[in-house]
Every structure is written in C-alpha cells, then in structure tokens.
C-alpha cells in the first residue's frame, strides 16, 4: 500500500478524480470478529472524506469508536471483451482507504460536510434546498476519514489476447458502460410551475461537465 503524502501530484490527482467521479463507497470494518461490508455515499474536501446517516446507524457508531476502518469507490468503465476467457476483463478506476474514522462533533464542520455531501452527489444542490435544521443536525452523525494511506487502481484499453488468438473469427473489444442519467421524473407533490433545474436536467458525474 503506497502512502499518499509521499506519492507524486499525478497519482494524488487520481485518487481524487475517482473519489470525486464516483458517489458511492462501500466501508468495511470489523465488529466481534465479524467482517461487515457496508455501501454508503460520501463527500470529499481535501485529505477528507465525510460520511454520514443517522445517529443510530450501527456502522456509523461503531466506527465512531475508533476502530480501524477500509473504504472502496469504484468506477465501472467499460467491458473488456477478449478472444479467450481468461483475458476477459473491466476497465475500471477504483480507491481503496486505509484508515481510522473520526467522529465530527464541531457544528461548523459538521455542517460543511452536509453541504459538501449534497453537492458530491449533485452540483447547486445544496444552495437551492432547505438547510439542516438544528435538530436534524443532532439526528445526524458525520465520520471524517483520512486520506492518508490510499491507493488508486486504474485499467483502460482494450483486450490484450494471446498472439495466437488474433486470428480467432472471434469479436473482442470494449463494450464503454458510462453512468447516463434518464429524463428526470418530477414528484407527484411537486407544486405547479417549477421546473426541473439544469443541475438535474444536465446531470452528469464527469469532471468538468
Ligand atoms: C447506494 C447506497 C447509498 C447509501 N448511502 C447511505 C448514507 O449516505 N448514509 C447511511 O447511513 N446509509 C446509507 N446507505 C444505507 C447503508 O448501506 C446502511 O444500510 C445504513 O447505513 C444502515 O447501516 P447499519 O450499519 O446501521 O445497518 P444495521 O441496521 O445495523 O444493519 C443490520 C444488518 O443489515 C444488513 N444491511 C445493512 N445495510 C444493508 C444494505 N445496504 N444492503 C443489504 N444489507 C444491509 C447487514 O447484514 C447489517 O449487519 C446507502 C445504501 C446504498 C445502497
């Protein structure tokens, strides 16, 4: 496992790039011998990543504790379809974090990683919604991960066959799967005359678009 802060600007830069393109992690941690594997979203700012559910959650209290703690993102490019089975492969981008959890108790930050957990999940959302109300804050718990020891995992391209394979009557290649949202389905209760902000109607999870 490579640590981070000794690593060169490029791989820092894609660890973030993943971590930021992606929005669901999924945290493992171990209660009484029993390895548990749990999906959830996050947000990032920084060497930071934020999570957060309710107070009761049993993973967010456990890991509230102190406990060792390991978190993966993945993104899911495309299929790699190769001539033999076994060069059959995915292209992928994917983080694995090595840490220990921190419980976010300060208001201020607790809050600023509401805001940056809505806006990981959907740019502008959170300047046109309704903020968290005190108590809705107290019902909340929010974990800070650090990004210290990280390691990002990359394979792109397409298949790379045995050379006596090439000439299999055989198709190969790649099959992209990119995230495409659909058309936005507006809410029953949806109040006459708003529409859907560009936000939603112009979703995507690339960078930069
Ligand atoms: C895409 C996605 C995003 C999510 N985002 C969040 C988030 O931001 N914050 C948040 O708090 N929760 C989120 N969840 C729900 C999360 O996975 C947990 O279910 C939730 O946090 C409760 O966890 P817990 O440890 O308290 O579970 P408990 O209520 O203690 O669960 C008891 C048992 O139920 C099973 N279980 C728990 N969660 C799941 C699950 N998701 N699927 C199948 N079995 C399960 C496990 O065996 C677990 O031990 C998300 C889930 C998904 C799929």
Redesign the pocket.
Known sequence: MKRLPKRGAYDRETVFRVLDEAF?CHVGFVVDGQP?V????YGRVGEILYL???AA????RTLSEGIPVCVTATLIDGLVLARSAFHHSVNYRSVVVLGTARLVEDPAEKMEALRLFTEHIMKGRWDEIRQPTEQELKATTVLAVPLQEVSAKVRTGGPVDDDEDYELPIWAGVLPLPVLPGAPIADSRLKAGIPAPENVTKYSRREGS
């Open positions: 669901v548990y749990i999906p959830t979203n957060h559910g309710s959650s049993r993973m967010l």
